[in-house]
């Protein structure tokens, strides 16, 4: 049996100490599902991304892939529907060049799990960095191109510090 992962959050940043909703959050009426893994009897598992149409049979993604690699917040996706209705994402026809990080914040009794988010957001607030939320230990987070490999820096410095494990969500990524 397949299993269908959808994204519980909104694509937010920190910015001048105020919480920003990404532009095209609000224009995103559809969810793009991406085939990511194979569950443990032979099915796909699907993320389900936030997307909003642009133009017969694509959409743009209004999400940051937590699961599925290869793709990242504002890339243009090829969609079909299936015979149930929902759309799937069958290429990417259009790369932003975003780079994605999946970051795992295990748990530590004497720490307020949101307070390491919140933390993490403002600390790459410098670097313009999106986020989408997953759950209070998982967060997915797009950075552009110009600073994505001074992202990965910090990250890969915090990682050694003991705070978190993170990967990139493109194998070429920094």
Known sequence: MSSFLEHPGTVCRIRERVLEVHPDVAAATQ???VAVYPAGDGEA????????????????LAAVPV??????????VEVVATAEGPLVAVR????????????WLPDWPDLERDDRVTELQRELARFGCWFDVWSPNLLAVSAEPDVAPAVADHLAEQ????????????????
Do not use: K, N
């Open 67 to 76: 699961f599925a690699y290869d793709l990242a917040l504002g890339d243009e």
């Open 31 to 33: 969810t793009v599902w």
């Open 159 to 174: 990682e050694r510090a003991g705070r978190f494990i993170f990967e990139p969500g493109r194998p070429s990524a920094p």
């Open 92 to 103: 990417r026809v259009h790369d932003t060049g975003r780079t994605t990080f999946r970051v």
């Open 45 to 60: 598992a699907w993320e389900g991304l936030r997307a909003r149409p642009s133009g017969e049979g694509r959409a743009v």
